[in-house]
């Protein structure tokens, strides 16, 4: 009789270990799975990022002065161009629900000048430097079947958003010249340094697709982009997105 109730014991207690076991394993790979999704993210989104473009330049907006024909309040522009693109191995009924673009973060370093403001397509034309176009944390462009800028509507499909960064008031400069070029070489002629209009840019991209189904991703760029002193517009293509994660929300 105490044979038998050793015997059952110690099935209970192989039994249980085997139990041990199975969980520790369970809670192992489900770890494994979670850390590979922390740094991997999404492989394969119904929407994903083709391009983006960061165009940098300056421009002036001129006072009136009698001792000069030119006495302009300069702003350094950059302009952030989006690209999303339909992933074709997703099913052809999915659709953009919305793109917002959040968490617009500018860092500047002791030496940068100006105040930044960040703009949203105008009604007409592409940017106008007026408060009603400012936004402040985020701004949300609505699928819809066709894009249209001024109203931050993108084509359900795939399409464009845009937003920009501007860092107004880093300068004045007068002349009398006949003719000038709105760039940055207005910005080396008022003599300011590289150093005096670098800042760092970040944000988050959330793609909602029409099933309710969100995803996010974080985008950072130092600003301007290029040598704007010198080559008055500079432009940079960004293609490659392996540095960007994004995950489910």
């Known amino acids: 009789m105490l044979n038998r109730l050793k015997e059952l014991k110690e099935k209970k207690a192989v039994h249980i270990a085997i139990i041990c076991i199975i969980i520790i394993l369970a809670i192992t790979i489900a770890g494994i799975i979670m850390l590979k999704y922390y740094v991997e993210g999404e492989k394969s989104l119904p929407f994903q990022l083709s391009k983006i473009i960061v165009v940098s330049s300056a421009s002036g907006t001129n006072i009136e002065d009698p001792n000069a024909k030119w006495?302009?309040?300069?702003?350094?522009?950059n302009d952030?161009?989006?690209s999303i693109q339909k992933n074709l191995e997703h099913q052809s009924s999915e659709v953009i629900k919305s793109i917002k673009i959040d968490n617009i973060t500018v860092s500047k370093n002791d030496e940068t000048i100006g105040e930044t403001k960040i703009y949203r397509p105008a009604a007409e034309g592409l940017y106008k430097k007026e408060d009603q176009y400012i936004i402040q944390n985020s701004v949300e462009y609505q699928g819809n079947k066709e894009s249209n800028l001024g109203d931050l509507k993108i084509a359900n499909q795939g399409g464009n958003i845009l937003f920009r960064v501007s860092n107004q008031n880093v300068a004045t400069y007068q002349t009398n010249d006949e003719q000038?070029?709105?760039?940055?070489?207005?910005?080396a002629k008022s003599?300011?340094?590289?150093?005096?209009?670098?800042?760092?840019l970040s944000f988050d991209i959330i793609i909602e697709t029409g099933r309710g189904i969100k995803y996010k991703g974080?985008?950072?760029?130092?600003?301007?982009?290029?040598?704007?002193?010198?080559?008055?517009?500079?432009?940079?293509?960004?293609?490659?997105?392996?540095?960007?994660?994004?995950k489910r929300i």
């Open 71 to 77: 006495n302009l309040q300069v702003d350094q522009n």
């Open 80 to 82: 952030i161009y989006i």
């Open 180 to 187: 000038i070029n709105h760039d940055g070489t207005l910005l």
């Open 191 to 200: 003599n300011i340094t590289k150093e005096q209009i670098k800042s760092n």
């Open 218 to 246: 974080t985008v950072s760029f130092e600003l301007p982009v290029g040598d704007i002193l010198t080559e008055g517009t500079s432009t940079i293509e960004k293609t490659d997105f392996s540095d960007i994660i994004f």
